[in-house]
């Protein structure tokens, strides 16, 4: 069983930056296809992609990817010895307000662009509130 706790979400000004954190527990290394990421909500809207990192590393190419929703803003990355993934933010918008969640799975394919339902293990999330 994975569990994920998210940190580091908070209310900026339009422009401002933020940093989240999701620290994992359990078994993270099922297969050599696992996958983290963030997705976001916002209000009256579906939950949608931001990035992706395939925490085993990518056979090709680099092991981030993401979303054109926030591409060039954000940064996601991986801290193997404290399974911590990071996403860094820049540049906030008010339609970035949201409740952003971490998640951690075995997707097809480990790219933004795959079905939520491929993720098993979805943390609380972390609200981030640009003004």
């Known amino acids: 069983h994975v569990q994920l706790v998210e940190s580091g979400g908070g209310s900026v000004q339009a422009g401002g930056s933020l940093k989240l954190s999701c620290a994992a527990s359990?078994?993270?290394?099922?297969?050599?296809?696992?996958?983290m990421g963030w997705f976001r909500q916002a209000p009256g809207k579906e939950r949608e992609a931001v990035a992706t990192?395939?925490?085993?590393?990518?056979?090709?190419?680099?092991?981030?990817a993401y979303a054109d929703s926030m591409k060039d803003r954000v940064t996601i990355s991986y801290r193997s010895n404290t399974k911590t993934l990071y996403l860094q933010m820049t540049g906030l918008k008010p339609e970035d307000t949201a409740m952003y969640y971490c998640?951690?799975?075995?997707?097809?394919?480990?790219?933004?662009?795959?079905?939520?339902?491929?993720?098993?293990?979805w943390g609380r999330g972390t609200q981030v509130t640009v003004s």
């Open positions: 359990g078994y993270l290394y099922s297969s050599s296809r696992y996958c």
């Open positions: 998640v951690a799975g075995e997707p097809s394919t480990c790219r933004p662009d795959v079905s939520t339902s491929q993720f098993k293990y």
């Open positions: 990192y395939n925490i085993y590393g990518a056979q090709y190419g680099p092991n981030d």
